[in-house]
Structure formats: C-alpha cells, structure tokens
C-alpha cells in the first residue's frame, strides 16, 4: 500500500500537467488564431518566406490540426512548398514552450520536436525526421533546374536560430536519396542520364552556407564520393556549388561498354590511378562537371 501512494501521486501530477497544458494551448493559441501567430513567427524568422495555414480543429486530448501549410516566395508569391496535415502537440515537460510537429509532404512524412526560449528569442528544431518524400514533386521549389529530377529523398538532423535572422542558424543531419534519375545537361563518360541506386551523406548548414561530406552516390556503372560547400543563394536553381570527388568505375559496367572502357584507361593513365578525381561548379540550375582537381 505504501507504494502505491507515491504512484497514485504522480498519475495524479501526471494528469494536472497534461490539462494544465490543454488549457494553456487553447488559451494561448485558439483555433481561430493559432495559424496567425505560428506564420507571423516563421515569417519573422525568415522573411524571404510568406506562410499561409489552413483551417484548423482540435485533436483530443490537445493538439492543433492545421489542414495545411503553404509556404511561398514573399518576392512574387510563388507557392513553394506545401505541407498537410500539420500537427502542432505541446509536450508535458515544455508548458508552452516545446511541441511536437508532423505533417505530410509529397508522399513522405515530417515529424521534429520544437522548442521555443522566448526571453533569447530563440528556437531549435531537434529529431527533424523527413521520409519517404518524391523529389519530382517538389516542381515549385526546382523548377529553375529545367530538367527532370526523380527519386524519394529523407533528411535527419538538427537546427536551431532566431527569430529575428532564422535563415542565418545553424544545423546538421545526413541525408539519402534512393531510386533516382536525372538527365545530365552534360554528358559524363558519354553518359546522357543517371540511374541513381543511393546518394548519402552528412551536412552542416552555417549562415546560408551548406558543408558536405561522406558523401556517396552509387549508380548502375559507378560509384563516386564526394564532399565540397553550397552557397544558398535565392532560389535552389541559384545554389552554388564548389564539390570535388573520385569516380571509381565498375568493371562489369566497363564490358558492357566499350566506347567508355577506352575514355575511362585515358583518365586513368592522366591521373595515374583508378579513381577519376572530377569537380563541380556552376549552380544547381547549370552545373558545370569536368574531370580533375578543380
């Protein structure tokens, strides 16, 4: 019996903080207004960005449920990216100040904790988790590329900011695209398109400043690693790249193909070793491949 109040006793704490919370929720974000509030925060923070949510209801026991969240270009209000069924669920241990967020996007699922310090005016997203979304969908936010990108993408990391310069923060993660495929706007080894089978790797982002490395792309033919810098410029067709790698051919690839055996032993006998070092540079909307140390 003696254990049994000590439990009874934090079921019943237990239960005062989960309706603490639910009552807080609604008082300080009523369905009504709660979309008004998160997208005057996020467009504080990166005022590049115009958010829009959609209706919104309550999920028991005390979450809000947002329809959707279109996120467009405040320069000339091109939709971007749209994310649905946003979830917001404050957590038990934040009172007010951290939450859980899901939602959907293009086939794949988002989930990360938030975790707001109003008095430094900061924020931090932690456990970011994006799955299973098909990059060909994103047509909005590629669609200077001018060519067909493929393949299902997921990111997992960290990122923290402030509200008053969110875009200039810093974060972290790996990434991973399976089943891709993409036309080259140049040719690579006499190859016009890619068959990707994966592309890993880790990332940290610093003041608009991507830093790559370990990274690994596997094709049908070849297997090339890579690492190098992103500078985030305006649109993701603007993005410069300053990459550098080693392309190692696969033998079997080879015999099925003569005309590249005899280009890839010229490479080989050039740099005097079996990988072909390579760079890129130019912007994702116009890469420029060549072979070499750049």
């Not at 704490?13 to 639910?22: A, D, I, Q, V």
């Not at 329809?67 to 000339?76: A, G, P």
């Not at 015999?255 to 079996?274: A, D, E, G, H, S």
Request: net charge positive; proline share 4%; hydrophobic share 40%.
């Amino acid at each position: 019996m003696a254990m049994m109040v000590p439990v009874r006793r934090l079921f019943i704490y237990f239960m005062y903080g989960l309706l603490l919370t639910g009552v807080l929720l609604y008082v300080r974000f009523p369905k009504e207004e709660a979309g008004d509030f998160l997208a005057r925060k996020l467009e504080a923070a990166f005022p590049a960005i115009e958010c829009s949510f959609g209706p919104a209801g309550y999920v028991a026991p005390y979450s809000v449920l947002f329809k959707h969240l279109l996120v467009s270009r405040r320069i000339d209000g091109n939709p971007l990216i749209m994310f649905k069924d946003v979830q917001v669920t404050p957590t038990l241990e934040g009172l007010g100040r951290a939450y859980t967020v899901t939602a959907t996007l293009h086939g794949g699922t988002v989930r990360t904790e938030v975790m707001i310090y109003p008095f430094r005016k900061d924020f931090e997203f932690s456990g970011v988790e994006v799955a299973g979304v098909r990059f060909e969908e994103l047509e909005s936010l590629t669609s200077g590329v001018k060519r067909e990108l493929f393949g299902t993408f997921g990111v997992t990391g960290q990122y923290s900011g402030s509200w008053q310069e969110g875009a200039k923060g810093k974060g972290s993660g790996q990434y991973v695209l399976v089943e891709g495929k993409t036309v080259l706007r140049q040719p690579i080894l006499t190859l016009r398109e890619l068959e990707i089978k994966q592309v890993t790797g880790d990332f940290q982002y610093t003041d608009k400043n991507i830093t790559l490395t370990n990274g690994v792309m596997k094709t049908d033919g070849f297997t090339a690693d890579y690492g190098g810098n992103v500078q985030v410029i305006g649109r993701f067709s603007g993005w410069r790249l300053g990459l550098n790698g080693n392309l190692e051919i696969e033998k079997e690839f080879l015999k099925k193909k003569p005309r590249i055996l005899r280009v890839v032993k010229r490479l080989q006998k050039q740099y005097q070793k079996n990988q072909i070092p390579f760079y890129m540079k130019g912007t994702t909307g116009n890469p420029r491949f060549a072979f070499g140390s750049g």
